[in-house]
């Protein structure tokens, strides 16, 4: 799982990393960030209760060079999950977005389904615009409900749009 604590994301889906491991699986989170610790609130609290979980391992990935550990192997997980978040206007992207990014890709390419949460990094789900460059998503998740962008482009970007 790769959220970043810049996106409202991150707290979903490190609540969806607890209940993952609450049915039995093994997690291993890497929270894209140069903070020691989350900023968001919520992100926090999420952050502070994966570690009651004997089923969670949590990383904080600063950089491109951090998340080389992570890269071995990746072909073996399940799936992944980009929380890093949907809209990063033009430009570069922060250093730890870069990192998450990059597990993203190379997972993508090993073939490992990628689950987005809200939306996948670099597409906006108010306009529909997206990075060229980027990944995508075979599942996308939103709450509440799918915006115009969503709708509009979902089909390119994403093969599956759930709302919760």
């Given at each position: 799982m790769c959220p970043s604590d810049?996106?409202?994301?991150?707290?979903?889906?490190?609540?969806?990393?607890?209940?993952?491991?609450?049915?039995?699986?093994?997690?291993?989170?890497?929270?894209?960030?140069?903070?020691?610790?989350p900023s968001d609130a919520a992100t926090a609290t999420a952050w502070d209760r994966l570690e009651t979980s004997a089923s969670v391992r949590r990383f904080r990935i600063p950089s491109i060079r951090e998340a080389a550990h992570f890269r071995a192997g990746l072909d073996a997980v399940a799936a992944?999950?980009?929380?890093?978040?949907?809209?990063?206007?033009?430009?570069?992207?922060?250093?730890?977005?870069?990192?998450?990014l990059d597990l993203v890709?190379?997972?993508?390419?090993?073939?490992v389904p990628c689950i987005a949460v809200d939306a996948p990094v670099g597409f906006d789900p108010e306009s529909g615009?997206?990075?060229?460059?980027?990944?995508?998503?075979?599942?996308?998740?939103?709450?509440?409900?799918?915006?115009?962008?969503?709708?509009?482009?979902?089909?390119?970007?994403?093969?599956?749009?759930?709302?919760?």
């Open positions: 810049l996106d409202r994301a991150a707290a979903p889906a490190l609540e969806g990393a607890l209940a993952v491991a609450a049915a039995g699986r093994n997690v291993v989170v890497a929270l894209c960030t140069g903070r020691a610790r992944i999950v980009d929380a890093l978040g949907g809209v990063h206007p033009g430009g570069s992207l922060p250093e730890p977005i870069e990192a998450g890709r190379r997972a993508r390419r090993a073939g615009r997206r990075r060229r460059g980027l990944p995508g998503a075979d599942i996308t998740l939103t709450f509440h409900r799918p915006l115009v962008g969503h709708r509009a482009r979902s089909e390119e970007h994403t093969s599956e749009l759930q709302s919760h």
